[in-house]
């Protein structure tokens, strides 16, 4: 029989790729695919399991899909990524929907768990987190003119409040020949914008060469013909060394865009966290980075109301962001998360302060922001267009300082020949609307 199947993919974007290989590995056993979960006999959901809103998101789109379950529409549910990593057997106690719940272990191994679960098998199958592929391949679930480039996996950092070890366990480096190929290939299927992941990007290589490697790829990824932007995502400020701003620098490709989770500015907050660093050390880098290049974005998120965060703590950090005026930024509140040290530490902060310090930081954004938006009236700006809004008439798209899926757009009129998605255009900005520029195309 031919069997439909469809993923719903929740989280990160490291587990949109892992999603990637899971649906090429379906559709190579002969599953026909599927973007409508309603019309699929099988359902994967690819779970996140990061933090505790993430967690109820996986959860309410499971008993969603039980709901179409029991009304006959689909037949079988599966779940893996983080929280059936985490949970493992919980998830078919807890949740009887669920048909099988596998660990990221068993993703190499989704096609045959799949079938059994239409077969009426309940499975529960949790392999060592080293099992998980590191590449294979891939059917793109993004746009044609972008995509993500995972290049290792797990993390080694051990900040205390975070569950991502005890999920994805340590970091592993994919080689640089295989990331480059995987680079080329999604360049000659259309790609033109690559954005490059890991739990920690400026640690890439550590493992297989002895010393992070990050500068080296990009540099490498720069001569791929057909990309257009290369984009660097989660980077770990103590590894942005002098060769990786330089090689940012220089190279034409890789857009002026880097994203630096700083998560506080308080050194004793910091080192709470198992973090290093002080409001002046990041100042000083933030400060490099503006200088030596022009035109960077510096992107950041922050956790409000950690452990033992003081409000004195708290206003350091409030004038930490209105000092630096990051281009973008978001703050959340904190998620005690079990088995992470953070979560016994003394000085646990209710719910309501937590959100509230972290609605504070935001709406200081806001404003940043929308001043921003109001220095760039009467410039020119590159879109990627990805677009048609009917609804306003206008079309949208990203520039080089939005990241995909996290950042804001560009929405523009069109006098002249219409653009096609995945083109880009040169926008004159002559407003802007909430924090998004808005412009007429050239």
């Given at each position: ?215 080296q790829l990009l540099t490498e990824l720069c001569k791929i013909e057909k990309l257009r932007w290369i ?212």
């Open positions: 029989m031919n069997y439909k199947a469809g993923i719903v993919s929740l989280g990160c974007a490291k587990n949109r790729v892992d999603a990637e290989m899971l649906l090429f590995s379906l559709k190579q056993k002969g599953f026909e695919l599927v973007d409508d979960p309603a019309k699929a006999d099988a359902v994967i959901v690819n779970t996140c399991g990061f933090i505790e809103s993430a967690k109820q998101e996986s959860i309410d789109e499971i008993i969603e899909l039980g709901k179409l379950k029991q009304e006959g529409k689909i037949k079988a549910i599966i779940v893996t990524g983080c929280l059936a990593e985490r949970y493992q057997n919980e998830i078919t106690r807890q949740l009887y929907e669920v048909d099988a719940a596998v660990g990221i272990g068993a993703n190499s191994r989704i096609a045959d768990i799949v079938l059994e679960a239409l077969e009426g098998k309940k499975t529960e199958l949790f392999p060592g987190k080293l099992e998980l592929p590191l590449e294979g391949g891939r059917i793109q679930s993004t746009p044609s003119y972008t995509a993500y480039l995972k290049v290792s996996e797990g993390c080694d950092n051990r900040c205390t409040y975070c569950a991502i070890p005890l999920i994805r366990g340590g970091f592993r480096s994919r080689t640089m020949e295989n990331v480059i190929a995987e680079a080329k290939e999604l360049a000659e299927k259309g790609v033109k914008e690559l954005n490059v992941i890991a739990q920690d990007t400026t640690r890439y290589g550590d493992d297989l060469y002895g010393e992070p490697r990050l500068a984009r660097v995502l989660y980077c770990y400020p103590d590894r942005v060394t002098d060769e990786l701003i330089d090689v940012i620098a220089k190279e034409d490709k890789i857009v002026k865009y880097i994203d630096l989770p700083l998560q506080h500015c308080d050194a004793d907050v910091l080192k709470s966290m198992n973090r290093r660093g002080s409001r002046e050390s990041l100042t000083a880098l933030l400060n490099k980075l503006r200088s030596r290049i022009p035109g960077v974005v510096l992107r950041t998120t922050f956790i409000a109301g950690f452990p033992g965060e003081t409000e004195e703590q708290f206003e350091e950090l409030c004038e930490f962001a209105a000092e630096i005026e990051f281009e973008r930024l978001g703050c959340f509140p904190y998620s005690q998360e079990e088995d992470t040290l953070a979560a016994e530490f003394p000085g646990q902060l209710d719910e309501e302060t937590k959100l509230q310090r972290a609605d504070i930081i935001m709406e200081q954004q806001q404003h940043i922001m929308a001043r921003r938006c109001e220095g760039l009236i009467g410039t020119t700006a590159e879109v990627l267009v990805e677009g048609y809004d009917r609804i306003a008439e206008c079309w949208f798209g990203r520039t080089y300082a939005d990241a995909p899926e996290v950042d804001g757009c560009v929405f523009f009129t069109c006098d002249g020949k219409k653009p096609r998605i995945g083109d880009f255009v040169k926008v004159n900005i002559t407003d802007y609307m909430g924090i998004d520029p808005v412009g007429t195309a050239i």
